[in-house]
């Protein structure tokens, strides 16, 4: 079966986990409305028509207490910690302290997508992606594949 066939996007990849979220959390629709965004778009997501940006990911990890590595590229296991802090503070002294050489490698990842996509996005979509791949990067370190995808959905 083709890739390009609806009921494969559909059942496969990010729809489907997303489904599975979908399934823990209650209904599209209430997902939807946590997360202040139209029932259509998250229907398009399930569907695989489009795809959330980061600040629409983070937003459905955060309600759905699902890992961001786990909903975009389906590595590890949904319900393990959120990959997303509560408002205290995230890199202070009772935090892991801030590995500024993996930050330096993920912000020159994050800035070679976007040179070579000719884009430039708002300090604030800036942070957001900059500090989601920061995340994501902790664990194994930068990885080209999802930094690229990240970057796609952010513009």
Same mark, same amino acid.
């Given at each position: 079966? #083709?890739?390009?066939?609806?009921?494969?996007?559909?059942?496969?990849?990010?729809?489907?986990? &997303?489904?599975?979220? /979908?399934? $823990?959390?209650?209904?599209?629709?209430?997902?939807?409305?946590?997360?202040?965004?139209?029932?259509?778009?998250?229907?398009?997501?399930?569907?695989?028509? #489009?795809?959330? #940006?980061?600040?629409? *990911?983070?937003?459905? @990890?955060?309600?759905?207490?699902?890992?961001?590595?786990?909903?975009?590229?389906?590595?590890?296991?949904?319900?393990?910690?959120? +990959? *997303?802090?509560?408002?205290?503070?995230?890199?202070?002294?009772?935090?892991?302290?801030?590995?500024?050489? &993996?930050?330096?490698?993920?912000?020159?990842?994050?800035?070679?997508? &976007? #040179? !070579?996509?000719?884009?430039?996005?708002?300090? +604030?979509?800036? !942070?957001?992606? *900059?500090?989601? @791949?920061?995340?994501?990067?902790?664990?194994?370190?930068?990885?080209? $594949? +999802? /930094?690229?995808?990240? +970057?796609?959905?952010?513009?």
């Amino acid at each position: 079966m #083709s890739t390009s066939d609806p009921d494969t996007r559909r059942n496969s990849g990010f729809p489907a986990r &997303l489904r599975q979220r /979908i399934a $823990h959390f209650g209904t599209a629709s209430a997902l939807a409305l946590a997360i202040q965004r139209s029932e259509s778009a998250v229907r398009k997501w399930l569907r695989g028509q #489009s795809e959330p #940006s980061v600040t629409d *990911l983070r937003a459905l @990890c955060e309600i759905t207490q699902t890992r961001i590595d786990w909903l975009v590229t389906g590595r590890g296991v949904p319900e393990e910690a959120p +990959v *997303l802090r509560d408002p205290s503070p995230a890199y202070g002294p009772a935090a892991q302290p801030l590995d500024l050489a &993996l930050l330096e490698s993920v912000i020159a990842a994050v800035q070679g997508q &976007l #040179s !070579a996509a000719g884009t430039v996005l708002s300090p +604030v979509k800036q !942070a957001t992606l *900059l500090a989601t @791949c920061y995340d994501l990067s902790r664990a194994a370190g930068p990885d080209a $594949h +999802v /930094i690229a995808r990240l +970057v796609r959905l952010a513009v």
